[in-house]
């Protein structure tokens, strides 16, 4: 799986079952809003049953998907969100990292096959 943002592609390694629910949406775009000074997400355009490796402690650098928003979520900074739980789906490359940190409310982001 990989994401755009202004013709730049970045290769995702992401939960396979995941990656496999999600493949019949993509390619998709998606707005990502800033949140909590650590993450960026964005609403998956239908709904993915999938609520595996629950954790509420979130890293940069993780991939994350939360259930009750249909959030897909991407984490330039490390942070405990109990009483929230998302499942970790896997990370995004290092070159990204910085991309995330320039501090914008949103970002056009698509995810592609």
């Given at each position: ?34 949140n909590g000074?650590h993450e ?56 990204l990292l ?16």
């Amino acid at each position: 799986m990989k994401i755009s943002y202004e013709g730049q592609r970045f290769d995702l390694t992401v939960n396979e079952d995941f990656e496999k629910m999600l493949a019949p949406s993509l390619p998709v775009t998606l707005t990502f809003k800033q949140n909590g000074g650590h993450e960026y997400f964005g609403q998956l355009p239908t709904a993915i049953d999938f609520s595996q490796e629950l954790t509420s402690q979130v890293v940069a650098g993780g991939i994350y998907y939360f259930q009750d928003w249909q959030a897909f979520s991407i984490n330039f900074g490390d942070q405990d969100i109990a009483p929230y739980q998302v499942s970790y789906l896997g990370k995004f490359p290092e070159e990204l990292l910085s991309l995330l940190r320039e501090n914008k409310q949103t970002l056009e982001f698509a995810l592609l096959k």
